[in-house]
């Protein structure tokens, strides 16, 4: 039987394994949810975060797996006490998720070290957001980072910041990527929120570079994604539960689709769960990657509308017809922006074929750039009222210009916004999105038609929370607007055709 020095000259061995430290469960402690102090054992999907980890890591996740524990204790607060010198620090979301992060995976795990390694390593400032050890490393938890250089960043739930501030979260990478020294490592873990901003950039960047199977380089993105389904834990034992139609339907679908088959005890699981969280589900315990961003935004205009072109699978491949009629509407904004769709009207069915969002385009290089290329018979463009806005160049409007380019253009009358959009809520129902074509890349990231209609939101005012009854002006805002002069077309459209054309084209009176 070994003495207790030769315990502890093991014990000591020990302590110089980053991998033992993190995962034995032996030198961590924890509150767990009954607020029971417990070792900090790492489980699977934490493990493989440790084993794999590179220097630049983005991390998509269901709830409740525990990452921004392994991350702020196994990974930075180890780091901290085992490392001399090293600057580390946690950016939170919100100043709640401060006081809870420094508290409770900082703090609280520090408190409840052995005493025999306290008394090595001591805490020489303890203030609300920071530690600093004997070592002369420090931890910190704050809201942003802006001067300086650090060694070891996480930025937590980076979704949910853009969510609510996209500005703050742009700036957040901005300012604190470049503060990162030669020797670094960071971690951007959150759920998904909407497939707009800049955690759903950092995603599809990292997605692709894995799809690629190219070796990464420090400064490339590693995407790891942890679905609710390889949790051992998400399992319900339930012999009186029966599946229904609708999820024996998901999941035959996400076999076909993705090659992921669950057993008859996650399906109810997902069934039961999915009966608490609706419509949050996809976003909260995604199945796959893009299934985490195919969330209804809170405040979203067009949010059941969206949801219900993914669930009838109205996003998906079909041709241009040169039988049909062909029109062209486009949102026009200061800076020569815009925002561009191409549709066609057939039966009870408008079928969006393409979309571009472009800048520094006028209408020549519209004509010459985009619609021309396509080769397609254009019926009409329909312009909003900005369209007959007299260039201080040339003394031209907009669809002067188009005419002389020979279009046949109309200029719309302005609409109530509100107006405007409940219009396009009840023309949804008929519309079909070319999921090739309604398609446009930003800083090599792509966004679809869809996602954007889907981040259209009321704007709120930041201190009640309270709706302001208008949009807000976002990076969604003029695709959504062309969407809405598009859906004001349509009356235009049916004005010009002859009743008995009309007629042949729609057997339901639609309701715009």
């Known amino acids: 039987m070994a003495t207790q020095k030769e315990k502890m000259v093991l014990f000591a061995q020990k302590l110089q394994d980053p991998s033992w430290r993190r995962k034995e469960g032996l030198l961590y402690k924890i509150r767990d949810k009954d607020g029971n102090v417990v070792p900090f054992i790492t489980n699977e999907a934490q493990n493989k975060l440790l084993d794999e980890m590179h220097q630049f890591n983005i991390i998509l996740k269901a709830r409740q797996l525990w990452f921004t524990t392994v991350i702020d204790v196994s990974i930075l607060l180890d780091i901290a006490l085992w490392t001399p010198n090293v600057k580390c620090w946690i950016i939170a979301h919100s100043k709640d998720a401060v006081e809870e992060i420094f508290n409770e995976k900082i703090k609280f795990v520090y408190d409840n070290l052995p005493e025999g390694i306290k008394a090595v390593i001591t805490v020489n400032t303890d203030n609300a957001k920071q530690l600093r050890f004997s070592n002369g490393s420090t931890i910190t938890v704050w809201l942003s980072f802006r001067s300086g250089t650090l060694q070891y960043l996480h930025i937590s739930e980076l979704g949910k910041v853009a969510y609510k501030y996209p500005e703050k979260a742009r700036e957040?990478?901005?300012?604190?990527?470049?503060?990162?020294?030669?020797?670094?490592?960071?971690?951007?873990?959150?759920?998904?929120?909407?497939?707009?901003?800049?955690?759903?950039?950092?995603?599809?960047?990292?997605?692709?570079?894995?799809?690629?199977?190219?070796?990464?380089?420090?400064?490339?993105?590693?995407?790891?994604?942890?679905?609710?389904?390889?949790?051992?834990?998400?399992?319900?034992?339930?012999?009186?539960?029966?599946?229904?139609?609708?999820?024996n339907r998901y999941f035959t679908?996400?076999?076909?689709?993705?090659?992921?088959?669950?057993?008859?005890?996650?399906?109810?699981?997902?069934?039961?769960?999915?009966?608490?969280?609706?419509?949050?589900?996809?976003?909260?315990?995604?199945?796959?990657?893009?299934?985490?961003?195919?969330?209804?935004?809170?405040?979203?205009?067009?949010?059941?509308?969206?949801?219900?072109?993914?669930?009838?699978?109205?996003?998906?491949?079909?041709?241009?017809?040169?039988?049909?009629?062909?029109?062209?509407?486009?949102?026009?904004?200061?800076?020569?922006?815009?925002?561009?769709?191409?549709?066609?009207?057939?039966?009870?069915?408008?079928?969006?074929?393409?979309?571009?969002?472009?800048?520094?385009?006028?209408?020549?290089?519209?004509?010459?750039?985009?619609?021309?290329?396509?080769?397609?018979?254009?019926?009409?463009?329909?312009?909003?009222?900005?369209?007959?806005?007299?260039?201080?160049?040339?003394?031209?409007?907009?669809?002067?210009?188009?005419?002389?380019?020979?279009?046949?253009?109309?200029?719309?009358?302005?609409?109530?916004?509100?107006?405007?959009?409940?219009?396009?809520?009840?023309?949804?129902?008929?519309?079909?999105?070319?999921?090739?074509?309604?398609?446009?890349?930003?800083?090599?990231?792509?966004?679809?038609?869809?996602?954007?209609?889907?981040?259209?939101?009321?704007?709120?005012?930041?201190?009640?929370?309270?709706?302001?009854?208008?949009?807000?002006?976002?990076?969604?805002?003029?695709?959504a607007d062309a969407f809405r002069y598009m859906c004001q077309s349509l009356e235009h459209i049916k004005q010009a055709l002859e009743t008995t054309v009309w007629t042949t084209y729609w057997t339901d009176e639609p309701d715009f």
């Not at 076999?255 to 109810?268: L, N, T, V």
């Not at 486009?330 to 069915?349: F, G, K, R």
Request: hydrophobic share 40%; proline share 4%; net charge negative.
């Open 253 to 479: 679908d996400l076999y076909h689709s993705h090659k992921i088959q669950c057993s008859e005890e996650q399906k109810k699981w997902y069934q039961t769960t999915k009966e608490l969280y609706k419509k949050d589900m996809m976003r909260e315990y995604p199945s796959y990657p893009e299934e985490a961003f195919k969330v209804s935004v809170k405040w979203a205009y067009f949010a059941k509308e969206v949801s219900k072109v993914y669930d009838e699978k109205r996003e998906c491949l079909f041709p241009y017809e040169p039988g049909l009629r062909t029109y062209v509407t486009m949102d026009i904004w200061i800076s020569d922006a815009m925002s561009i769709i191409v549709y066609q009207v057939n039966w009870l069915e408008i079928r969006l074929l393409k979309w571009w969002n472009v800048t520094g385009f006028g209408m020549v290089q519209v004509h010459s750039e985009l619609l021309s290329k396509l080769g397609w018979n254009i019926e009409r463009v329909y312009l909003p009222f900005d369209g007959a806005v007299r260039s201080a160049n040339d003394g031209q409007t907009r669809a002067e210009t188009l005419e002389k380019l020979g279009y046949e253009v109309e200029v719309m009358r302005a609409h109530n916004v509100m107006d405007s959009i409940q219009l396009a809520r009840d023309t949804f129902k008929y519309c079909w999105f070319n999921q090739a074509w309604t398609v446009v890349s930003q800083n090599d990231v792509d966004f679809s038609l869809l996602d954007m209609l889907n981040a259209y939101r009321e704007k709120r005012d930041k201190v009640s929370g309270i709706g302001l009854g208008k949009p807000e002006h976002n990076e969604a805002s003029h695709p």
């Open 172 to 247: 957040m990478i901005t300012w604190a990527i470049p503060a990162l020294s030669q020797n670094w490592m960071l971690f951007i873990e959150s759920t998904a929120e909407w497939a707009v901003w800049i955690f759903y950039e950092l995603v599809q960047t990292a997605l692709k570079l894995q799809r690629s199977w190219k070796k990464l380089n420090p400064k490339e993105p590693k995407f790891f994604f942890f679905p609710w389904w390889e949790n051992k834990w998400y399992v319900l034992d339930d012999p009186d539960l029966i599946i229904t139609d609708e999820t």
